[in-house]
T-cell receptor, first 116, second 115 residues
Framework: DGGITQSPKYLFRKEGQNVTLSCEQN?????MYWYRQDPGQGLRLIYY???????QKGDIAEGYSVSREKKESFPLTVTSAQKNPTAFYLC???????????????FGSGTRLTVV | AQTVTQSQPEMSVQEAETVTLSCTYD???????LFWYKQPPSRQMILVIR??????QNATENRFSVNFQKAAKSFSLKISDSQLGDTAMYFC????????????FGTGTRLKVLA
């Protein structure tokens, strides 16, 4: 079945460490997104990519980095520069073919990151 | 800048009853899309319903329907015959038809269906 796989489900980071969250999709979607979810704040966009080897900053990109070397993969690195990384991270994908009937994200099941 | 506001942080409803979740948004754009997503305790985000702004007819998906008032910039979700499985966080989201396909999400409404 097609879908998005995020791993790991739970991740613990020590102070000063970089950690990478994985996101893989087999939906042949062009666009992929990373969102951060905090209690009471909804979902906020970190980075997004509409095509391989290209990505754009979202609203809260500071302290994060991404790559898009393959259409299927969009990993997110939480760097030591991110001062408050404890949150739930959601990856999503969508087609960008421009047909309104296709609009709508498919989400992964998320990664819970905790700083220890 | 576009914003989405969900003014009800928490709601509850008796099983089999009807509940309406409110959502308002602010934009100067004319072409956009609105969505309601459900996030149950598993935290998997599930698309509930979608509305294109250029369509006057309100979208309906089984027990879920919307009341889309474009002039008032309002997009409420009505859940009929509420079921225990409807217990979840519900997010309203907005997307401009600009080619980037970025969503702007509201802060969510936590809905609890009571037996």
């Amino acid at each position: 079945d097609g879908g998005i796989t995020q791993s790991p489900k739970y991740l613990f980071r020590k102070e000063g460490q970089n950690v990478t969250l994985s996101c893989e999709q087999n939906l042949n979607h062009d666009a992929m997104y990373w969102y951060r979810q905090d209690p009471g704040q909804g979902l906020r966009l970190i980075y997004y990519s509409q095509i391989v080897n290209d990505f754009q900053k979202g609203d809260i990109a500071e302290g994060y980095s991404v790559s898009r070397e393959k259409k299927e993969s969009f990993p997110l690195t939480v760097t030591s520069a991110q001062k408050n990384p404890t949150a739930f991270y959601l990856c999503a994908s969508s087609t960008s073919l421009g047909r309104s009937s296709d609009y709508g994200y498919t989400f992964g099941s998320g990664t819970r990151l905790t700083v220890v | 800048a576009q914003t989405v506001t969900q003014s009800q942080p928490e709601m509850s409803v008796q099983e089999a009853e009807t509940v309406t979740l409110s959502c308002t948004y602010d934009t100067s754009e004319n072409n956009y899309y609105l969505f309601w997503y459900k996030q149950p305790p598993s935290r998997q985000m599930i698309l509930v319903i979608r509305q294109e702004a250029y369509k006057q007819q309100n979208a309906t998906e089984n027990r879920f329907s919307v009341n889309f008032q474009k002039a008032a910039k309002s997009f409420s979700l009505k859940i009929s015959d509420s079921q225990l499985g409807d217990t979840a966080m519900y997010f309203c989201a907005f997307m401009i038809d600009s080619g980037t396909y970025k969503y702007i999400f509201g802060t969510g409404t936590r809905l609890k269906v009571l037996a």
